[in-house]
T-cell receptor, first 113, second 114 residues
């Protein structure tokens, strides 16, 4: 069965600084990979996804992520963080189009002035 | 389009009471899911339904039952609520047109069991 590890429970960055959130997965073949964001008290919004093709994917709100097969990773990056990016971020992995996604435990991002 | 709609958004129960969380989607998706979210645990799958008429257990099914009423609706029932079921519950769906498996989520239902 597939699994997802987000090693960082909580990260604090200064506004304007760069950001990288880590995600490692365990699955024998190439998985479908996702990053979702959840603002406090809200539902989950898709930031970006990797299905196939270019391993560097662009998402909404200026986020990008890179799929690295050799490292079983799908890290999320943003060059300059805004205060509104403070939220919880979830990495998820799937194995086909209509099977359940497995989620990591999440990384909470705090942004300081 | 409304997407995925969950009701109720908030509910307080006493231990032993029963309730049903309702979920409906208007995207003609085949598959529907119920997850629970607890602090530090991420989202864990309770039950899912790959198609109308089928349901399968997920990671944490104990204490829950589900019904796939039709293609649009997937309900989650707590027959005898326990404090350990205090959580935020999310319904989600996807379909064969979403070849990459992207899930579409409802806004969540916050349940407190006293």
């Amino acid at each position: 069965a597939q699994s997802v590890t987000q090693p960082d429970i909580h990260i604090t960055v200064s506004e304007g600084a760069s950001l990288e959130l880590r995600c490692n997965y365990s699955y024998g073949a190439t998985p479908y990979l996702f990053w979702y964001v959840q603002s406090p008290g809200q539902g989950l919004q898709l930031l970006l996804k990797y299905f196939s093709g270019d391993t560097l994917v662009q998402g909404i709100k200026g986020f990008e992520a890179e799929f690295k097969r050799s490292q079983s990773s799908f890290n999320l990056r943003k060059p300059s963080v805004h205060w509104s990016d403070a939220a919880e971020y979830f990495c998820a992995v799937g194995i086909s189009g209509n099977t359940p996604l497995v989620f990591g435990k999440g990384t909470r991002l705090s942004v300081i002035a | 389009n409304a997407g995925v709609t969950q009701t109720p958004k908030f509910q307080v129960l006493k231990t032993g009471q029963s309730m049903t969380l309702q979920c409906a989607q208007d995207m003609n998706h085949n598959s529907m899911y119920w997850y629970r979210q607890d602090p530090g645990m991420g989202l864990r799958l309770i039950y899912y339904s790959a198609s109308e008429g089928t349901t399968d257990k997920g990671e944490v099914p104990n204490g829950y039952n589900v019904s796939r009423l039709n293609k649009r609706e997937f309900s989650l029932r707590l027959e005898s609520a326990a404090p350990s079921q205090t959580s935020v519950y999310f319904c989600a769906s996807n379909g064969q047109l979403n070849l990459d498996g992207e899930l579409f989520f409802g806004e969540g239902s916050r349940l407190t069991v006293l």
